[in-house]
């Protein structure tokens, strides 16, 4: 039998199963917390440019999933690494085959768009950094005739300003084509005072909060063992100091990843051939102490390390034990609490801006086919990390780097 509704009564159910939808649709539209840019070396497209995954993460459960129209071309070919910009607007990638950096603009839903390609000083771009209107890349050779992968020479950072003229902002000023000069150099050489013929290999790229220093990780390759130094610098208008006289700080044997402290206070540093992380003070020279107890046990070959904004830890991606190490910091020691499996080899480690409590790993072999991300919710008590909902979450093979922006910057959602 078929029940027949009159009129007024189709009405009152047609209204009720719209406001339903609504209301269904409202709330899962503003679940998105932030978006997360993942670049992915492996070749694609008649360009063979690399792509870069932008997935959204839900704020309840921490799951993650790629917005509409994502992957997105990377501008060049095999991206190794990623920044955003201060208010970010801006997302910049670092190709490293094509020796460029492309700026996309960050669209409300998060898709990106292509604005402007540089290129960098050197050759062969491995890590970006950025700290308000200054972007800071570091190449893994100086730009002389003589320097290939046959022929290695020393690495080196290049600054590059983002101006933005009065009543402007950053998302519609593009990066300039022309790096800071240092003398009758557009770069900085890192270089050996005792040693200047050794090759020097850089890894990572820091600069701290208050935008004093930036920092470099690197190994001297002309020796063995390898002997790993962190290169500072001070900031000033762009341009760069060396600290310490150019005379970098001992880092273990071969610093493979490095973050600091929202307070700008602690400088941590991943040693990749130990498998352990150096802890530093940084004093208000930006002279590098170690902290006590350092170095602090880690899993197989860290790769990367992140420190929690908000709570009072830190953890770190072991790339050859699969697996992220915890960590409580208390006057920046750091104290092991646990250790949680990821996908296979995490290359990088990030955690979410919007509420500092879900985090995510990117794994360069996740599977077979594809790279993935594993995704974990902090408890923001103990450090303790649990597995979010339905992860591991499927990237693009070869994934190399991540950054995240707020979505409205509420930590809440928006509409869409």
């Not at 679940?31 to 932008?54: K, R, W």
């Not at 100086?142 to 950072?157: E, K, M």
């Not at 880690?298 to 991606?317: C, I, K, L, N, Q």
Request: with cysteine; aromatic share 8%; charged share 10%.
């Amino acid at each position: 039998m078929r029940m027949k509704l009159n009129k007024p009564s189709q009405l009152a159910l047609v209204a009720a199963a719209s406001l339903l939808v609504a209301t269904m649709l409202t709330a899962c539209e503003t679940l998105t917390v932030d978006f997360v840019f993942v670049t992915s070396a492996q070749a694609a497209g008649t360009n063979n440019y690399g792509e870069v995954d932008v997935f959204e993460i839900n704020s309840e459960s921490g799951a993650m999933r790629q917005i509409p129209t994502s992957p997105f071309p990377s501008g060049g070919r095999k991206p190794v690494a990623e920044a955003l910009s201060s208010d970010n607007t801006n997302l910049y990638v670092v190709n490293q085959d094509d020796n460029t950096i492309v700026q996309f603009v960050i669209g409300n839903d998060g898709k990106v768009y292509p604005q402007n390609t540089t290129n960098t000083p050197g050759i062969f771009p491995m890590a970006v950094a950025i700290n308000g209107t200054n972007l800071f890349v570091v190449d893994t050779y100086q730009p002389l005739p003589t320097c290939s992968n046959a022929v290695p020479c020393s690495g080196a950072i290049g600054v590059f300003p983002i101006s933005v003229p009065s009543g402007s902002t950053l998302s519609s000023e593009p990066l300039s084509p022309t790096p800071i000069a240092n003398g009758n150099l557009n770069y900085w050489p890192l270089n050996l005072p005792s040693k200047p013929n050794d090759v020097i290999v850089p890894t990572a790229i820091n600069v701290v909060k208050s935008g004093s220093f930036v920092y470099v990780s690197a190994y001297d390759s002309s020796v063995t063992p390898t002997v790993g130094y962190v290169f500072g610098f001070a900031i000033s208008s762009g341009s760069l100091t060396p600290l310490n006289g150019g005379v970098p700080f001992s880092a273990g044997t071969h610093p493979s990843g490095m973050a600091s402290d929202a307070s700008s206070s602690y400088l941590y540093v991943t040693d990749s051939a130990n498998s352990n992380v150096l802890g530093y003070s940084v004093a208000a020279s930006g002279a590098l102490a170690s902290l006590a107890g350092s170095p602090y046990q880690a899993g197989g070959a860290p790769s990367s390390v992140a420190v929690d904004p908000t709570y009072a830890f830190a953890y770190v991606a072991n790339a050859q034990d699969s697996s992220v190490t915890e960590y409580s910091i208390s006057n920046g020691e750091l104290t092991a609490i646990g250790t949680m499996s990821t996908g296979l080899q995490p290359v990088a480690v990030g955690i979410d801006p919007s509420t500092n409590h879900f985090l995510y790993t990117v794994n360069f072999l996740g599977s077979s086919v594809n790279g993935n991300i594993s995704g974990f919710e902090m408890d923001t008590s103990t450090g303790a990390l649990l597995v979010s909902k339905s992860s591991p979450y499927k990237s693009n093979a070869l994934p190399t780097a991540v950054v995240a922006i707020p979505h409205n910057g509420t930590g809440a959602g928006i509409t869409k």
